[in-house]
């Protein structure tokens, strides 16, 4: 997709005004500004400050101020509503449930407003960090208006060079200037207001302040558990074109210039690669220029008899009737519903699904007659991939679902992420990253959990196109190599943000001209999955800094509401660690193609406990069967 026209959320606070830095260092263009405010009270006056989840409130007044100094038009509207769903997730169905207005919904009024007067904007900005409430609100709203959600901050601090106050010192190096204008921790005091909240000397105090009453991987140094609040008054040119100055008697914009100029080098883009995923990509890059044939490039499928009981039921190779693949698409969801029925289930107990193409064309029409049975918050993860050998004569598809049984203690656990990051790929429509499947008999004990994850191909986050590696002597298997690496780290990530611990089943699909290429790639996999998942220094300490991915401040609030298998765990940074423990070997399966054209893509079923199970999952069984003649 080319460059986007923006409508940029603001609050006054630093992740707004960052987040539209990175829209434009991605290449759009911002036509506006949006804000919600309190209301105005009957004797005119208004609130100065909100309790909202989902909007900061605070120095509101000041608002109207951002219109000159950044030379956009504001857009704002008051909020009426308030947080009545208080949900972590809001789905697609939140806005139509019978209900007291939700405050959520003034966003879409908002934005309605905005394109009116603004055709041409086609995505929105969000600031959003850490907090899955305020993104999956975001999220619900911007799709349901044909919007692109723009979250570029989303999990920084877990970016290279993962740090917890990263996003703090590249904004010092952007030149934004913005001010601490409450606090409410029991670290700060109000000897912390006004001062810029990326000066050096601020960020090593909130950095002490955060160690003393926060948590590792909170998002406290960076006020995402409400421990302050920030007013932005200047950044860099050309996005600034005046400062916002604050005295002791009034709040006033002033003509002059705002900030130093805005070098590209000044808005730092993180890394398309962590540090581990870099080296291991430096280390294979003999790969590319040796011959590979001496290496035994056979899988070992392990089809084994015992399966994880994690309560699931397996739904598979159901095809259907139809003259096109849409309609077939369509007979397909059809049965499946009443057969989910005769089980007393229904499409809200899925938690996975794999779609078996004849023509990876026929994709989009089988998608819109599959999405419009998953329209709630959190729908099942899904691996989609063509491959006609395996299909019926007549079948343009086939589709397996895993389901999951409703038990009392059961507790679904799942990642929809729609934004586009720097993190890993967004999944704009009705698939999540992962669902995670509890499998202990009490919720409360320290169980484990079966992690269903989205098939992962290698598009680049921020751009949500195919990567393809920008050096003139890259070859096609230099390509594959790049490839690959970026698709194992947003599985890396996503298993990261699932608590994932090891792997239970490893697939990578495949595609290939011929023969040779196609053993060619199954040696690459193997080889960067073996030195992605091998430990070179067992009991070795493995002290993190990174953040738990899961915190939000709704947790923080409501309490998370999850089972013991949710709870942080080591992180593997040092680049002597595994990223995770493979149960299995990786199997390998060539298939005729992949979305978007790409050369790979990963399959795994991740495990959050201590002790990983020997069996596999029915839905690994029956991938493994049915593609046994296609294993390289």
Not at 203 to 209: E, I, N, P, S, V
Not at 269 to 277: A, C, G, N, Q, S
Not at 342 to 355: A, D, E, H, L
Not at 440 to 465: H, K
């Amino acid at each position: 997709m080319g460059n986007l026209q923006v409508v940029a959320l603001i609050s006054g606070g630093k992740d707004s005004f960052f987040s539209i830095l990175h829209c434009l260092a991605n290449g759009h263009v911002v036509v506006a500004l949006a804000n919600l405010h309190p209301p105005v009270l009957a004797d005119g006056s208004a609130v100065d400050d909100t309790d909202s989840f989902m909007y900061q409130t605070i120095a509101h007044a000041i608002i109207p101020l951002y219109e000159e100094a950044l030379g956009l038009p504001l857009y704002r509207q008051a909020i009426t509503g308030s947080a009545v769903n208080a949900s972590k997730d809001y789905g697609p169905h939140a806005a139509g449930e019978p209900s007291n207005h939700d405050e959520t919904e003034d966003l879409t009024t908002l934005l309605i407003t905005v394109i009116k007067a603004h055709p041409e904007v086609n995505a929105v900005s969000t600031g959003a960090i850490l907090s899955d409430y305020q993104r999956t609100r975001v999220e619900s709203v911007a799709l349901r208006l044909g919007l692109t959600p723009l979250s570029y901050l989303w999990q920084y601090p877990s970016l290279p060079p993962i740090s917890a106050i990263s996003l703090l010192d590249d904004m010092a190096a952007a030149g934004q200037d913005a001010r601490l204008v409450k606090v409410a921790s029991g670290g700060l005091d109000d000897s912390f207001l006004w001062e810029n909240v990326a000066d050096a000397r601020t960020m090593a105090r909130l950095m002490k302040a955060s160690e003393r009453f926060g948590t590792d991987g909170d998002g406290s140094a960076l006020g995402e558990g409400g421990e302050y609040e920030t007013l932005a008054i200047s950044g860099p040119r050309p996005l600034w074109k005046k400062r916002i100055v604050v005295d002791a008697d009034n709040v006033e914009t002033i003509p002059g210039e705002a900030g130093k100029p805005l070098d590209e080098a000044d808005v730092r883009i993180p890394d398309l690669l962590d540090r581990r995923f870099y080296l291991l990509q430096e280390q294979l890059a003999i790969l590319n220029q040796e011959p590979v044939d001496y290496i035994d490039t056979r899988s070992k499928p392990v089809l084994q008899s015992s399966l994880v009981d994690d309560g699931t039921i397996l739904i598979a190779n159901v095809v259907g009737n139809g003259y096109d693949a849409a309609e077939q698409a369509s007979d397909i969801m059809r049965q499946l519903h009443e057969r989910l029925t005769r089980k007393g289930m229904s499409f809200s107990n899925v938690v996975y699904t794999s779609i078996i193409l004849r023509e990876m064309a026929d994709f989009v029409g089988v998608n819109a007659a599959y999405g419009r049975h998953f329209q709630y918050a959190n729908p099942p993860s899904r691996v989609t991939f063509a491959c006609a050998d395996v299909l019926p004569k007549d079948a343009a598809l086939s589709i397996s679902v895993t389901a999951m049984e409703q038990r009392q203690y059961t507790i679904r656990i799942g990642l929809h992420v729609q934004s586009r990051s720097y993190w890993a790929p967004a999944n704009i429509g009705p698939y999540s990253q992962a669902i995670a499947v509890p499998v202990n008999v009490v919720a409360s004990e320290a169980g484990s959990a079966v992690v269903y994850i989205a098939g992962q191909i290698p598009l680049v986050p921020a751009t949500m196109e195919l990567h393809v590696r920008p050096t003139l002597d890259a070859g096609a298997e230099s390509r594959f190599t790049s490839q690959a690496l970026l698709a194992l780290q947003h599985l890396y990530r996503i298993g990261r943000a699932m608590k994932v611990r090891s792997w239970i089943t490893a697939i990578a699909l495949v595609t290939a001209k011929d023969e040779h290429e196609a053993h060619h790639r199954a040696a690459v996999a193997r080889m960067i999955w073996h030195d992605a998942t091998r430990r070179d220094e067992p009991g070795a300490d493995s002290a993190s800094d990174e953040h738990d991915p899961d915190f939000d401040v709704w947790d923080q609030q409501q309490g998370s509401g999850r089972p013991a298998w949710q709870q942080a765990i080591p992180d593997a940074t040092d680049d002597s660690e595994a990223l995770f423990v493979s149960i299995s070997p990786l199997v390998v399966i060539l298939v005729d193609a992949l979305p978007r054209g790409a050369s790979i893509e990963w399959i795994a079923y991740g495990w959050t406990g201590l002790v990983a199970p020997t069996g596999m999952t029915p839905h690994a069984a029956h991938l493994l069967e049915t593609f046994a003649d296609r294993i390289i």
